[in-house]
């Protein structure tokens, strides 16, 4: 190693088991590229949906501070859902302003922090999961006056309490699943484009999202095919392509972008920013998983919030299950922590890739002279490797031997508290041919 050399390469393994050494076989190679920088970091993934404790209408204070801004939040998603007030449909007005009183207080709480607010139309409307067939749904029997009337309050309400900074109006959650959208696709389709243009008329410069459908894009997706279609001859292609990754049956947005993205030539949509606005399952939210999501939102450039699986009050609080409280004192847990590190990878991103099996993942930052990487497999417990190239980048010759600093994510549980990492020290290891391979492998429980 060059004696002028300072860099400290931070390899992080995101791991319940630990780290294996002289494992007997890889099940695949994750790679990263340092001479190749892919953009400024700017935390697309440390986001969630609801997680905010309601105040009224105010901003809550309950969580502190440091808990929201050492992982660099950034984005909410909220409309009232599982509170005492229906909503729109079922209670009339007051049913729907209790969950527009929540949906300010959670914007405002959001906004302090300088967040993104995405809103979620069809919780205002009272169709928050498992409503039933003879809820009403925009446009049932051919009319579409109350809807008309919804949205009208909807924006009226919007504008007079000035929530319009940093706002993207959702059109409408998870339509293909009939426990929020019970009615036919062409229904949908009818209220997507009248919707869309409702609100761009009368929210001329807020972004609108959609069609946040729960299955990722596929090839064969006809619902999605007929929505690309509609929009496309309706003028109405939202400011941000949106939809859901959750569970290891849908893919991930390695295969689903590039099968999104040829849809959207064939129905000739523009090239637009994508939001995954609900990611992980529950058993895919651990640390070894998040990783896996976030270094695939980096790798497309997708803004993702974390999905929430928390129920009614619960719902509304824990920051999307990164934190927990006892008595009135908010705690980290594992996850915290790794979205913790996440935030401290300052700088320029760097290109990756996936093992080929598409189950381990790796995100990496170099900022100066440090590189920074975070890996994790996708629920498997197998080994991996990384391999780094482009080590002369850092001023390094291209053999030598380099500094390696390791640390372990553990996992105690939603509701486990979890300090810090585990430092597992600082390794030296030999490396040639400008890349350093295999320095470890890793898994998760
Ligand atoms: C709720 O909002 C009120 C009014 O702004 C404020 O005084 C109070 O501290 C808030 N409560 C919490 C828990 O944030
Ligand atoms: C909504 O908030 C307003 C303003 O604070 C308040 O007057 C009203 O009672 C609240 N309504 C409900 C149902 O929470
Ligand atoms: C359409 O719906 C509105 C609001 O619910 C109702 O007042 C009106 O009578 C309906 N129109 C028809 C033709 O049924
Ligand atoms: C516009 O949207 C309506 C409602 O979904 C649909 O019936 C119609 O076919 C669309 N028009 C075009 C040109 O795609
Ligand atoms: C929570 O509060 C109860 C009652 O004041 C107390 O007995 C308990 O020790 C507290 N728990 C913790 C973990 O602080």
């Known amino acids: ?133 003879l809820s009403p749904y925009p446009g049932d029997h051919g009319n579409w006056t109350e809807m008309e009337t919804f949205l009208g309050q909807l924006m009226d309400d919007i504008k007079a309490n000035d929530m319009l900074g940093g706002l993207v109006m959702d059109i409408w959650n998870e339509p293909e699943l009939e426990i929020f959208w019970a009615r036919s696709w062409t229904q949908y389709v009818e209220y997507y484009v009248r919707a869309s243009k409702i609100v761009r008329a009368g929210l001329p410069d807020t972004l609108i999202s959609g069609p946040s459908m729960a299955h990722s894009p596929s090839l064969d997706s006809e619902k999605l095919k007929a929505w690309m279609a509609s929009v496309s001859g309706n003028d109405t292609v939202p400011d941000i392509y949106s939809w859901h990754q959750i569970g290891v049956w849908e893919r991930q947005l390695d295969t689903t972008i590039p099968e999104f993205d040829t849809l959207r030539e064939q129905y000739n949509l523009p090239d637009r920013p994508f939001d995954v606005n609900e990611y992980a399952w529950t058993s895919e939210q651990n640390p070894a998983n998040s990783v896996y999501y976030l270094a695939q939102c980096e790798r497309h450039n997708v803004r993702c919030l974390r999905a929430n699986w928390g129920g009614g009050s619960d719902l509304h609080n824990y920051m999307g299950n990164l934190i927990y409280k006892t008595n009135s004192t908010y705690y980290p847990n594992g996850e915290w922590q790794l979205y913790k590190y996440y935030a401290g990878m300052v700088g320029n991103r760097i290109e990756t890739s996936a093992s080929s099996d598409l189950l381990f993942d790796v995100f990496a930052t170099i900022s100066e002279n440090t590189v920074k990487v975070i890996a994790g497999t996708r629920t498997v417990q197998e080994p991996y490797e990384i391999s780094i190239s482009g080590l002369n980048v850092l001023g390094l010759p291209t053999s030598g031997v380099v500094n390696v600093r390791t640390y372990r994510f553990d996992w105690e549980g939603s509701q ?20 350093a391979s295999n320095p470890f492998s890793v898994f998760r429980t």
Not at 40 to 66: H, K, M, R
Not at 99 to 126: E, P, V
Not at 416 to 426: F, I, K, R, S, T
Request: charged content about 20%; some cysteine.
């Open 1 to 133: 190693m060059k004696q002028s050399f300072a860099a400290t390469l931070f390899f992080v393994v995101s791991a319940l088991g630990g780290v294996v050494k002289d494992k007997p076989s890889s099940s695949g190679t994750a790679t990263v590229n340092i001479a190749k920088s892919v953009g400024e970091a700017t935390f697309l993934g440390s986001n969630f949906i609801y997680g905010f404790p309601d105040n009224g209408t105010e901003v809550d204070t309950s969580i502190p501070d440091y808990l929201v801004t050492d992982i660099k939040f950034n984005a909410c998603r909220a409309g009232g859902a599982q509170i005492e007030a229906p909503g729109w449909t079922k209670g009339g007005y007051e049913g729907y302003i209790g969950r527009f009183n929540s949906t300010l207080s959670n914007y405002r709480t959001t906004r302090k922090y300088g967040g993104d607010f995405i809103l979620l139309i069809h919780d205002l409307w009272g169709a928050d999961g498992g409503s039933g067939a």
């Open 416 to 435: 486990g508290e979890v300090n810090a990492p585990v430092d597992l020290g600082c390794a030296e290891h030999t490396y040639s041919e400008d890349t």
